[in-house]
C-alpha cells in the first residue's frame, strides 16, 4: 500500500513517501535542510510552498516544515556569546541551510518512514561550536505525519539548544481559533501579553504571537476551506507554540518551539545536553 519513490525536481532529489490508495504523500528535500515540502491527505496538499524559495540555494525556503536547530527564531544582532566568544548565527539557526543524508527508507502495508541526519563540519561550527548528531525519522500512516528526533552531543561540554518546527498551513483565513489550554500569549508586535478571548486574528500583524503558559503539549485548530481539523502534538521539551503569516501570502505557521526568540542570550530556558547524550523527542500533526 505504502511506497517510496525518488525523483529529480530540477537540481533535487525529492523523496516521496505514498500511499496512492488513501491518495496521500510527504515530499522531503534532504539537500535543503532535509525539509518537508508535501504533505498531502485524501488527494489535497495542506502545505505551503514557494517553490522559487526552493529552487534559489540562497534563499531561506519559504514553506514546507523547515527544521529550526540549535534556535528558533532570531538572535539580537544575530549573535551570542558563549564561554566568553561571540558568535554570530542566522535566524532559526544552521540545520536548515545544510544539507542531510538519508540513513535509509521503509514502507510496508501500514505505514512508509525516511531517516535522515545532519553531522556538524566546518561550516556549523562557525556558527555553533559544538559536535552535534541529528536524526529525524519521517512516517505517514493512517494517524498523519509522525518526526522522531534525536539530538545528540558528541562533544566534550554541555551543548545548549531550543530547536523547533515551522509548518507552513496552506489556508487564506488569517483569523483562527485554536483549541489549547494556553490563557496568554506574547504579542510581539506591541510587545504585550495579552489573554486569549476567542480567535487570534494575524491578518494584519507583522509580528508573530507567542502562546505562552499551555501546560498540554497539544493544539488544534480547523481550517475553513479545507473543512478539516489539524492536530499538532510533540515532546513535553516543546514549551511554546508561536503563530505567524506573512501579509497577502495564504499561509499560517503553527510552530512548536522549545524556547522563545534569542535565548541563547537570555539563557533562562536553555535545553542542555550532556556531552554524549542525546534527547529524544517528538512531533505529530493529525488530520481529521
Known amino acids: 500500500m505504502y511506497q517510496v519513490k525518488v525523483y529529480k525536481d530540477k537540481e533535487f532529489d525529492v523523496y516521496e513517501l505514498v500511499n496512492s490508495e488513501a491518495e496521500s504523500w510527504l515530499k522531503v528535500v534532504p539537500e535543503r535542510g532535509g525539509i518537508i515540502i508535501g504533505f498531502g491527505v485524501d488527494g489535497e496538499e495542506t502545505l505551503f510552498l514557494n517553490k522559487e524559495t526552493l529552487y534559489n540555494p540562497d534563499?531561506?525556503?519559504?514553506?514546507?516544515?523547515?527544521?529550526?536547530?540549535?534556535?528558533?527564531?532570531?538572535?539580537?544582532?544575530?549573535?551570542?556569546?558563549?564561554?566568553?566568544?561571540?558568535?554570530?548565527?542566522?535566524?532559526?539557526?544552521?540545520?536548515?541551510?545544510?544539507?542531510?543524508?538519508?540513513?535509509?527508507?521503509?514502507?510496508?502495508?501500514?505505514?512508509?518512514?525516511?531517516?535522515?541526519?545532519?553531522?556538524?563540519?566546518?561550516?556549523?561550527?562557525?556558527?555553533?561550536?559544538f559536535d552535534f548528531e541529528l536524526i529525524f525519522t519521517y512516517t505517514i500512516g493512517a494517524g498523519g505525519l509522525d518526526i522522531q528526533q534525536q539530538y545528540i552531543n558528541h562533544s566534550d561540554s554541555p551543548?545548549?539548544?531550543y530547536p523547533?518546527?515551522?509548518?507552513?498551513?496552506?489556508?487564506?483565513?488569517?483569523?483562527?481559533?485554536?483549541?489549547?489550554?494556553?490563557?496568554?500569549?506574547?504579542?510581539?508586535?506591541?510587545?504585550?501579553?495579552?489573554?486569549?478571548?476567542?480567535?487570534?486574528?494575524?491578518?494584519?500583524?507583522?509580528?508573530?504571537?507567542?502562546?505562552?503558559?499551555?501546560?498540554?503539549?497539544?493544539?488544534?485548530?480547523?481550517?475553513?476551506?479545507?473543512?478539516?481539523?489539524?492536530?499538532?502534538?510533540?515532546?513535553?521539551?516543546?514549551?511554546?507554540?508561536?503563530?505567524?503569516t506573512e501579509k497577502d501570502q495564504d499561509f499560517v505557521c503553527v510552530e512548536p518551539w522549545m524556547a522563545l526568540t534569542n535565548e541563547l542570550n537570555r539563557k533562562e530556558e536553555l535545553v542542555i545536553v550532556q556531552p554524549g547524550k542525546a534527547l529524544k523527542t517528538t512531533m505529530r500533526i493529525s488530520i481529521q
Open 59 to 129: 534563499k531561506n525556503i519559504r514553506g514546507g516544515i523547515p527544521i529550526l536547530f540549535p534556535i528558533s527564531g532570531q538572535l539580537d544582532n544575530g549573535e551570542y556569546e558563549w564561554n566568553g566568544k561571540v558568535y554570530q548565527m542566522k535566524n532559526h539557526g544552521v540545520a536548515r541551510n545544510n544539507p542531510w543524508e538519508v540513513m535509509n527508507t521503509k514502507a510496508n502495508e501500514e505505514q512508509a518512514s525516511m531517516t535522515l541526519c545532519l553531522k556538524s563540519n566546518q561550516e556549523t561550527k562557525k556558527e555553533f561550536p
Open 159 to 161: 551543548m545548549p539548544m
Open 164 to 244: 523547533g518546527f515551522h509548518p507552513y498551513f496552506r489556508t487564506t483565513h488569517k483569523d483562527l481559533s485554536y483549541i489549547t489550554d494556553a490563557k496568554t500569549y506574547l504579542d510581539y508586535n506591541d510587545m504585550e501579553i495579552k489573554v486569549i478571548k476567542g480567535s487570534l486574528d494575524l491578518t494584519e500583524k507583522k509580528e508573530s504571537f507567542a502562546l505562552l503558559d499551555a501546560a498540554k503539549r497539544e493544539i488544534e485548530f480547523e481550517l475553513p476551506e479545507r473543512k478539516k481539523t489539524f492536530v499538532l502534538t510533540y515532546g513535553e521539551e516543546f514549551k511554546y507554540v508561536v503563530l505567524w
